[in-house]
């Protein structure tokens, strides 16, 4: 049973240019989670997302960020007109289709690096 | 001070000795759970202790809770030269407690000499 995966593992790209990150969940888990850590820091929730359904984007930035879990493939974190501010590890976790506050399965994470 | 906040920053200890670290935490939870994250890797779940267990133990990890201090300490005994790594404790808020995803702290950085 693979666990979650999530990629690519790096990505580099240019201010002003577009990063699309992704997750796809441990087999049979239907939660999606989305967490940034910046260095030295612990991570911070983003998003909390179903299938076809985000639950919870209070920890999402106003603009540029948005986040998907289509129906069928994997979650999406799109940040547009990336900045150096951006430069973060994201991380994805999954839980299964149980009552919230089940174990959550992290993913390696994307490291993003805006030059 | 923000939810979920480990102490001490950061420990250094010998070999075979116990490691301890404590996290404190602000609103009402469903439970605690410790990640372990090694340099540059992503998050080990370690151990979840609901918010009716006092304690909990899975091999070396001893954890605790106190609900009435909203505290929770990470015990590791006889540690070794690979548990060497960051420790975070994450809540889970009770509903209405806030967001629906974990909130974790800033983490204890632990190394073991050898």
């Known amino acids: 049973n693979a666990g979650v995966m999530q990629n690519p593992r790096h990505l580099v790209r240019r201010r002003g240019q577009e990063a699309r990150l992704r997750c796809s969940p441990m087999k049979g888990h239907s939660h999606v989670y989305w967490y940034r850590q910046l260095p030295e820091e612990g991570l911070k929730f983003m998003v909390y997302?179903?299938?076809?359904?985000?639950?919870?984007e209070s920890g999402m930035p106003k603009e540029r960020f948005s986040a998907e879990f289509p129906k069928e493939g994997p979650s999406i974190l799109r940040i547009q007109q990336v900045v150096r501010g951006d430069s973060a590890a994201y991380f994805c976790a999954s839980s299964p289709p149980r009552e919230r506050g089940d174990t959550q399965y992290f993913g390696p994470g994307t490291r993003l690096t805006v030059l | 001070s923000q939810q979920g906040e480990e102490d001490p920053q950061a420990l250094s200890i010998q070999e075979g000795e116990n490691a301890t670290m404590n996290c404190s935490y602000k609103?009402?939870?469903?439970?605690l759970q410790w990640y372990r994250q090694n340099s540059g890797r992503g998050l080990v779940h370690l151990i979840l202790?609901?918010?009716?267990?006092r304690e909990k133990h899975s091999g070396r990890l001893r954890v605790t809770l106190d609900t009435s201090k909203k505290s929770s300490s990470l015990l590791i005994t006889a540690s070794r030269a690979a548990d060497t790594a960051s420790y975070f404790c994450a809540t889970d808020a009770a509903s209405g407690g806030g967001a629906d995803g974990l909130t974790f702290g800033k983490g204890t950085h632990l190394i073991i000499q050898p």
């Open positions: 609103t009402s939870i469903n439970n």
């Open positions: 997302l179903q299938k076809e359904n985000i639950i919870d």
């Open positions: 202790i609901r918010s009716n267990e």
